[in-house]
């Protein structure tokens, strides 16, 4: 039976249903992703915002700025400090969210491409080539993000978060970091020499690894939007799902203990220092060597943290198997579970190169170590340096898209589950109504906006709906009525 709530607006003593998913372990995902972006080969030097706003012509030119809605439910923007950034339409289940975040590449791609002729034939020579970065860090030492984006149920606290859920973020990284060339050698992770705080509301005066401002964008009694900063942009498909996926089922058994007010067992991995111990399973390629102080003062492993994680949610699962499946559309908690196993047993038994087909940091380490092997260990860092931008760049980069063809990275979607994603937003959450809705607009010619909690026609009149609910995909009379004035 649903909670009820107090409301204001329903008469003395009359109270309100919460919505069906309130009470279970339904969720809504997001990936934001912020691109670098580049030019090499020009005839004259062309800065990095010239870059972007070449890039973004196309996007000023049919929505008069650069913050614009897709047909797909997407969002995409022109961030603070020249970065693209493109925002995942809001999905149920990890899958979906994959493959609107390969859609996102294809929309940079193709800005990118238009924007490389644009600067040619405006004279910067055949030779200028756009480079769109999907890492997190670029060679003058400036830093962006790729956050990720949970609903989460509201009875569920910041201090909760802060200590139960970040020890999981910061040593899930030994399988979802991206890996990254720096001055003292390869690290796991693209962000952990970036982020300044654990926990914070601030998004660009500091780094947190987990941001507090409160903007659910659903209903603020039922919901909050956890905004995670710690995580790396992955290239590789099996890591975006991945740090989705496993996320999610630590939210599941956090959000269960709160609702039934006893702990969940996660608090005793609260960690002394979260910066510390970020930076230290950074450092740690052997994943197996950092020990991090807790704040009972014991210390412990990145893979014992994992799997205390682990056995915590494998008793949790015992017996609420159905209702974890039912949260994901496509898929289920064990084949998480058991994908989550698998790669701890793996990387605690030392068989990272096992692991390269699907952690980005692993993949880099085992091109980079035959390199190294075949020339003798002279390979500069400038060349290493290279390479790693190389891996990342989604338009003219070939190394990653090279380990694809040969089969060396794990593909969970295809180029068409992509190009489907790039047209179509997913059709069980409010994206499909923002979808319908930017395209029946462009179709007609009329001027519109959004957000993500609303729909408005400006011309040829005005007119504003308002989809609070991220669960819902079915048109109401007012929405109907809006896509009739079209």
């Keep these: 039976m649903p909670q009820l709530r107090d409301s204001g607006n329903s008469g003395p003593g009359a109270s309100v249903p919460f919505s069906p998913q309130f009470e279970g372990f339904a969720r809504i995902f997001g990936v934001e992703t912020e691109y670098g972006v580049s030019v090499t080969g020009a005839t004259r030097p062309i800065e990095a915002g010239q870059v972007a706003m070449t890039m973004f012509r196309p996007i000023v030119s049919r929505s008069r700025s650069t913050n614009t809605y897709l047909s797909n439910g997407s969002r995409l923007y022109l961030d603070v400090g020249s970065h693209p950034e493109y925002a995942t339409a809001e999905a149920r289940d990890p899958l979906d969210a994959l493959a609107q975040d390969l859609a996102g590449e294809l929309v940079m791609r193709r800005l990118a491409v238009q924007a490389q002729e644009r600067l040619r034939d405006a004279g910067s020579g055949e030779g200028a080539r756009v480079h769109v970065f999907k ?12 956050h990720e984006n949970y609903l989460v149920r509201r009875f569920v606290s910041l201090e909760q978060v802060e200590h139960e859920l970040l020890p999981f973020l910061i040593t899930r990284q030994l399988y979802t970091g991206a890996g990254r060339v720096t001055d003292e050698g390869f690290e796991i992770t693209q962000r952990a020499d970036y982020l300044d705080e654990a926990v914070s509301s601030a998004t660009t005066r500091s780094r947190p690894m987990v941001n507090t401002r409160d903007e659910p964008h659903a209903d603020p009694e039922e919901f909050r939007r ?3 900063i710690i995580g790396d942009s992955n290239r590789s498909q099996w890591a975006t799902w991945m740090k989705l996926a496993v996320t999610h089922l630590v939210l599941c058994a956090i959000e269960d203990a709160a609702r039934q007010g006893r702990p969940s067992g996660f608090e005793s991995f609260a960690l002394a220092d979260a910066g510390d111990a970020n930076r230290a399973v950074s450092r740690d390629l052997t994943c197996r060597t950092a020990r991090l102080r807790l704040a009972d003062g014991r210390e412990l492993g990145a893979l014992d943290i994992q799997r205390g994680y682990l056995h915590i949610i494998e ?26 196993r698998h790669v701890l047993d793996l990387l605690e038994s030392g068989q990272r190169a096992s692991l390269a087909d699907r952690i980005d940091w692993a993949a880099k380490l085992r091109l980079f170590d035959a390199l190294q092997a075949r020339h003798a260990g002279k390979i500069p860092q400038s060349k290493l340096e290279q390479l790693d931008m190389d891996y990342h760049d989604i338009v003219n980069g070939t190394l990653y898209d090279s380990l694809l063809r040969r089969g060396a990275m794990t593909r969970l979607l295809g180029d068409d589950d992509a190009r489907q994603a790039l047209s179509e937003p997913p059709d069980d959450t409010r994206a499909a109504l923002r979808g319908r809705f930017v395209a029946a607009a462009l179709a007609a010619g009329a001027q519109f906006s959004c957000d993500w909690t609303r729909l408005t026609l400006t011309s040829p009149e005005h007119r504003e709906v308002v989809i609070l609910d991220p669960f819902a995909n079915d048109p109401a009379p007012e929405y109907r009525q809006l896509l009739s004035a079209l």
């Design 135 to 146: 890492n997190n860090a670029d060679s003058a030492g400036h830093s962006f993000g790729c």
């Design 315 to 340: 008793r949790f699962m015992a017996d609420r198997r159905e209702p974890m499946n039912d949260a994901l559309p496509h898929d289920t908690a064990e084949h998480i579970l058991d994908e989550w």
């Design 226 to 228: 956890l905004h995670v």
